[in-house]
């Protein structure tokens, strides 16, 4: 390109880029070096994903009970590389979901929600709860039997929370009852309102991540190591190692979901018949564990129960540091961590309750 | 061969080089294949089929068959003598419409949605007519385009 | 891990990437316009699945039925399994079209009509047929007789009932069946005769719960023209539109007329490969478009390189000079002047059934159909010229040879120089072979213009044989059974009948230069003179 070119350019975009490279970056411990430190990048790269791929499903798919099937159909059946396309956001959805867990167990093990990092957590939690409802309502635009059911099911579930549960049930289904509209607006807060809503509390996770720093390892022997670390091989900037490590590690799951994609794609179901009720109706594999204890918990005192669970996940900062780090002082002398314990005790339940739901 | 001349490339820029040429290798099929998915595939004509023969519809038989999305169809003779094929899913949320021929009406009972002898949508909730496929008699035979 | 071994993560990821994404743009199934697909309705998806080749527990029980069936015109058009091996509900339609009952057929020989009554039984009721029986949930039968093509083909159908082709298993009484079941054996009259001519189809065990009826092993398989199938009908379309592709092409194809008019007795396809038309029909076949589908191969509009079989004597003929267009017939009679089989020729009338309606037109009617499609590639000179060669030939076979040996061989059974029995001796097959094989092949080789089959396969081994081999015979059986004047006296009569002596038989005496010179010139005056 001719020189003058460039230098217009560069006066058009002002942009000092070391400045905005020093800006950006930020040095990261060498402890942070490890592959289980990249998968909250990657569950927000493999959101990247999902909206790429959404974005090119959106332009076939009609939010319409009657037609809604027919489009899916045709993105499976008819489009160029439809099938592979819908096969990469189904299996995207479920990585992502895993891979949010995976960032959670990592931040709930290195208990990184301490050192008032609680807006951080919260951020998180609510990131989790929007993707769980972007999962949601993703599966509720199929038009499937599924769909169907999941809907009026889940319509009832936000039904039965106390006090504002009728109000709720009737924003959700746009009516008292599954309607022309339920799934426009099922697709509107797909398609729009939910990720509009994660990017922003990601932006808010993010500012909250970079304010505060990374939690640097706790004992002095991890400092010494840190600092031995650093000495001999420099600082681990954000810009470019951890970087291109999150973009490395993000390319080969994006290459595992495709080659899932390929092996396993999605397959149509049948479109769904108001007037006929499959005999086992379950929710995503992500769902089961709630759904189990539903079971256990019926009718409104399940509802409230989940709600509890929620409130407690949302707030676990605080009962960590008021209630459990003085028990862990008062009894384990510090040799114990309860938080680790309950976290632990609480995955198991989780995965426990996913298996025997599966069957 | 051991030193760098501002010249020429050095091996770890030309790795880098590569490297980025390989990744937007890989964005540019990921473009390939979104943008593929965008245009249209060209539309398969369908064959109408055979279904069964003239005598065996009329006086009130009719015959239920299914079109190539799974959607039930109904084919049966008019008033004036002439076959329709109409689908009999109702247009408002997908249940199943039931002929009634002492009113030569279709009614759907999950929301009491009612359609005429040719599918319009009359009373209730739904508001698209049934949907009609094209039927042709050639001797005797019932061709029907079930797309 | 350093940056260069992230980078060539980046890069390994990336480059399979690609070829994942390749692989998918590559793996893109076409979608094609407008290329038919086989269509399986609900009723026949369950017979697919067992019988097919895509079974989820393994391959089908015959997938080559249902590979031939998912290419044929019947798939693609929404005909399907039940819609052919399934049977009308009762009281759909008329019970005398509905395959399910039995009919009986009847075939008038004097008039030549043909026609079908319902089999009732005492209360009137009409009877099932016997091969009816009860299959994964459905009524099914596995013959399948013409009744059932008829529900949808009924003007072929129709064509057909009328035609020679339908009662070609009723030969009884012929001396054909005598020597095919008892001097051969039946074995020899079901593997041979029957699989052209038709069996008897008979049930020997009958259905029972879901298992299927047993048809009786000497009359099935068999898909012989003129079969009688177990609900009375007579026929058999998968004869010549073999199953289960029932395609018009096959059917088209001499090869397929070719599995029964052949051999030394009648060598109609050997007789056409070696004819002209055989010969641009060779060269011309993958250029005729012989797929086009059915009624759309039409001579002198869809093709005029050459004639298969069906050209000439059932396809559809366009439109030319003064002509009309000729439309289909399944009826191989119909355009068809001469018999050729018996002993001696004749142009048999034509068939008027009793509301008046034409089923069969006059020998001129029929040899005019059958000029028509001649005129399509040939001039009237050509086309007139050929008929009197052609009725020459007949007349020859008729008069020099037909009539005598036929005349002598009555009169030898008579005055009782041979049995009554049929084909024991050796004058049975002397005078069998005159009229059933070289006479034939000679009237054959005429009609069809096979000329070696005229002359060395016909006229030259009737000479041989008449002359050096049936009259010595007759002349020693008649000696040993103490008749020889009197039998000799019969062959001087017969020989020299009216003029034949002169025309036909003066010859062996020797003929001199002035004799051999009035023969011929004869011959070129009768050429004229003769229809």
Known sequence: MPRRVIDELLEAFPIDVQDLYEKAGESLPHSAKRWWWCWGGIAGLLFGLQAATGLLLAFYYRAEPGTAFESIRYITEDARFGLFLRSVHNWGASFMVVFLGLHMLRTFMTASFREHRWGTWMAGVGLLGVTLGLAFTGYALVGDTVSYWAIVVTSNIVGAVPLIGGLAKQLFLAGDSFNQATLSRMYALHVQIMPAALMGVVLVHLMFVRLHGMHKPGTQADLDAEAAETAEKGSHEFFPDHAIAESASFLYVALVIMLLALAFPVAMGLPFDPAVTPEHIKPEWYFYAVFHMLKLVPGQMGVVVTLLLGVALFFWPFIDQYILQPIDRALFKGRLETSLLVGMATLAVFLIWSVVEAY | ?147 | MSLKIKEIIIALCSALIIVVLGYVVMAEKEHATGEAKPVVKADSAGCVDCHGEELENGPGRDPGIVSHWKHSVHAINGVGCMDCHGVPAVGDGPDIDNPRYTVSTVWDKESGNKSITLVTDEAGAPVERADLWKHEGAQIVTAVSPRTCAQCHETESEQFFHSRHQSASDFLGSVDNFLGRYAEGPAAANNGCQQCHGSVLRVSVPATGDEPPVYAADTWPNTGMGRVNVDGSWGSCSACHSRHEFSAELARRPENCGKCHMGPDHPQIEIFTESKHGIAFAKNADSMGMDAPGLEWVLGEDYSAAPSCSSCHLGPVAAHGNYAPMEMTHDVGARISWTLRPKISIQPGGIVDESGLVRLKEPEGRRQDMKQACLVCHGDAWVDGFYVQYDNAVHLYNEKYGKPSTAIYEHLKEVGVLDKVPMNEHLDYEYFEIWHHEGRRARHGAAMMGPDYVQWHGFYELTRNFYTKFLPAVEHAAEDAGKGEEVAAFVEKTLHEGDNWNKYHRWTEGLNAAEREAMLSWEQETYGARE
């Not at chain 2, 999305?69 to 003598?81: H, I, W, Y």
């Open chain 2, 1 to 147: 061969m051991s030193d760098e001349s501002p010249a020429r490339v050095s091996r770890r820029a030309a790795l880098r080089l590569l490297v980025g040429g390989v990744a937007a290798g890989a964005a540019a099929m990921a473009g390939v294949v979104g943008v593929g998915f965008l245009y249209p595939v060209p539309k398969v004509e369908v064959k109408p089929r055979f279904i069964c023969l003239r005598h065996q519809v009329g006086d009130g038989k009719t015959l239920e068959l299914l079109d190539d999305d799974g959607r039930k169809v109904m084919l049966m003779e008019q008033a004036d003598g002439e076959l329709m094929a109409i689908g009999t899913t109702c247009t408002h949320l997908g249940c199943s419409v039931f002929y009634r021929a002492d009113e030569q009406k279709f009614e759907c009972p999950c929301h009491n949605g009612w359609f005429d002898a040719q599918g319009n949508a009359t009373d209730g909730p739904p508001e698209r007519p049934l949907p009609r496929y094209p039927v042709t008699v050639r001797d005797g035979k019932v061709f029907v385009k079930l797309a």
